[in-house]
């Protein structure tokens, strides 16, 4: 669809350069291209999300791994908790989801830039280019920042908060009565190589009281059930495991768009709208609006506000710095040789 020229001046667009002519398209050739494109995009993902369904459990382990730790070092049970039969399963498919839709993205965005492509001069193209890997690079790094950082420092400051309520602190003692003799049950560090039906120990590492059931007639193996073991404390934490992955996919949602934030610095910058030189006078403000974005996007305890702010001034000031390095003019390449190129003299056949 062939562009008008009282349209908004674009990205490095200079005022009285004619940009390079661009091929029309009716209404219908408009929706039929967009009709395939939806089509295939949505195929691309179908075999993504049959994989990710299938890595379900797996994936849901990886995400509780973090709670579990957290939880076994709080003195509590390191289970997590479902109240209804296809909770965990219907979990599961929200994950499933939720990769496909991470994993995807570049097939989503590449039918996308197909779709839009035709409309845009060349070095509007360009200025693409560089953005979209940009923006995924931030995102990847977004999702490793929540998992590795985040989500430990959160998880530890919200069940320990909840372990300083305790119980009874004095628990009344007395001598043994004659003839009862209390047992004694080995505290290990690991379980026993074969043990057999009704020996019972105690898991330090695992903070489990373990007891021999039965064989398995399959391998021979031990069958054993355990018993969690809890510090005296007045409140015991058991997630539901579908708020808890939904907690942390919302998080990772939120991270993910605000590690965008050097590809909308650069995309206002070299739109014209910043100017690096003069926002360099309004740290202050950067810093301040950081902070209440590190407190809205986290639970609000200080720790990870800090670890969320500190990252996000960083990525604000990397904006900064690519503005100045590579200005609009530097990325789209000489404007002068792109208006000779591009422009359209009496002599040009078209």
């Known amino acids: 669809m062939p562009r008008s020229s009282s349209t908004s001046q674009s990205i490095g667009q200079i005022p009285g350069r004619v940009e390079e002519p661009i091929g029309t398209m009716s ?51 390191s289970s997590l908790l479902a109240t209804g039969p296809f909770e965990t399963f219907g979990t599961v498919v929200h994950l499933a989801v939720v990769v496909t839709l ?7 965005l590449y039918h996308l830039w197909r779709f839009v492509s035709p409309g845009l001069y060349k070095h509007e193209r360009r200025v693409v280019y ?11 790094l977004s999702m490793l920042f929540l998992y590795f950082v985040i989500l430990p420092v959160i998880l530890s400051f919200f069940i320990g908060y909840g372990s300083k309520v305790s119980g009874n602190d004095a628990i009344a003692t007395a001598p043994v009565p004659s003839g009862i003799v209390i047992p004694m049950i080995p505290i290990l560090k690991a379980d026993p190589v074969s043990p057999t039906v009704g020996m019972t120990w105690i898991n330090e590492p695992l903070m489990q009281q373990r007891v021999v059931v039965g064989i398995n007639p ?18 015991i934490q058991q997630y539901r495991i579908s708020e808890y992955i939904k907690a942390v996919l919302n998080m990772g949602l939120a991270f993910g768009i605000a590690f ?27 810093i301040a609006i950081c902070c209440i974005l590190g407190a809205f996007l986290t639970p609000a305890d200080p720790l990870s506000m800090v670890l969320l702010a500190g990252p996000l001034y960083f990525l604000y000031e990397l ?32």
Do not use: C
Not at 43 to 71: E, H, M, Q
Not at 218 to 235: E, K, M, P
């Open 27 to 77: 209404l219908g050739d408009h929706l039929e291209d967009l009709r395939k494109r939806v089509f295939w995009a949505v195929i691309g993902v179908v075999p993504i999300f049959v994989i990710a369904f299938g890595s379900g459990r797996y994936l849901l382990d990886l995400l509780i791994t973090p709670a579990r730790k957290k939880l076994l070092d709080g003195g509590h049970g």
């Open 102 to 108: 991470l994993l995807g993205s570049p097939w989503i």
């Open 130 to 140: 560089l953005l979209i890997p940009f923006s995924g690079l931030l995102t990847v």
């Open 218 to 235: 399959v391998d021979q193996s031990a069958l054993i059930r355990t018993v969690h073991l809890t510090t005296d404390i007045g409140i």
């Open 260 to 286: 965008q934030t050097p590809v909308v610095v650069v995309m206002l910058g070299w739109v014209g709208i910043l100017d690096p030189r003069a926002m360099g006078k309004y740290r202050k403000h950067a």
């Open 319 to 350: 904006g900064l710095f690519i503005l100045r390095v590579f200005p609009i003019s530097r990325v789209i390449g000489d404007l002068k040789e792109q208006q000779d190129e591009n422009a359209i003299t009496p002599e040009d056949p078209s």
